[in-house]
């Protein structure tokens, strides 16, 4: 069974950092492409960023470009998003979402998710 | 204009029928994109419902259906159920915009 386990959020003040963790079992992780969905309180789902299987390839949402970087390490089954110079309206539930391709891309699997506040 | 655009709720009573329509805007998507929708319970991580259009994953209800024709698709509920009380999701794939989800609907039994 796939089973993805989020960790790392907290409260932290605008302009600070946060590192999230994935740590992955039940399937090859580095057989997969993975991703960050996060959802804002009483909002809808909005994707933060995408890593494809080897790293190769890394794309993020044009709000949080610049600021958040996704990373994985393949050998401990563990994906990261480092998470700088945070705003406000950051502030949400971060998933780990692995990806699947059918005809297009679509997430057959999310964590419980970890929540991130962010405020003074 | 929303790129996904669906109802903000709909509503039905146990056993009924329900349907929650997600409209694509191809202005911009090609003409021949993908659907997939999700189930969000209260308090819960999202859940994938529907792939590729009209796929159940394993596990899911045949209750569940889905459809797409033209730049709509539809998600329909039949025999409702209240532990269907959740937000409904739709998504699509874009290679410029990525992962592409709609607002969300809301369904009340």
């Known amino acids: 069974e796939v089973h993805l386990v989020e960790s790392g959020g907290g409260l932290v003040q605008p302009g600070g950092s946060l590192r999230l963790s994935c740590a992955a079992s039940g399937f090859t992780f580095s057989g997969y492409n993975m991703n960050w969905v996060r959802q804002a309180p009483g909002k809808g789902l909005e994707w933060v960023s995408y890593i494809s299987s080897s790293s190769s390839t890394i794309h993020y949402g044009d709000s949080v470009k610049g600021r958040f970087t996704i990373s994985r390490d393949n050998a401990n089954d563990s994906l990261y998003l480092q998470m700088n110079s945070l705003r406000a309206e950051d502030s949400a539930v971060y998933y780990c979402?692995?990806?699947?391709?059918?005809?297009?891309?679509?997430?057959?699997?999310w964590g419980q998710g970890t929540l991130v506040t962010v405020s003074s | 204009q929303s790129v996904l655009t669906q109802p903000p709720s709909v509503s039905g009573a146990p056993g009924q029928r329900v349907t929650i329509s997600c409209d694509v805007n191809?202005?911009?998507?090609?003409?021949?994109?993908?659907i997939h929708w999700y189930q969000q319970l209260p308090g819960a991580a999202p859940k994938l419902l529907i792939y590729s259009n009209t796929n159940r994953p394993s596990g899911i209800p045949d209750r569940f259906s889905a459809s797409k024709s033209g730049s709509s698709a539809s998600l329909a509920i039949t025999g409702l159920q209240a532990e269907d009380e959740a937000d409904y999701y739709c998504q699509s794939y874009d290679i410029s915009l990525n992962y592409v989800f709609g607002p969300g609907t809301t369904v009340t039994v």
């Open positions: 979402a692995r990806g699947r391709y059918g005809r297009s891309w679509y997430i057959d699997s």
């Open positions: 191809i202005s911009y998507f090609g003409p021949v994109i993908d």
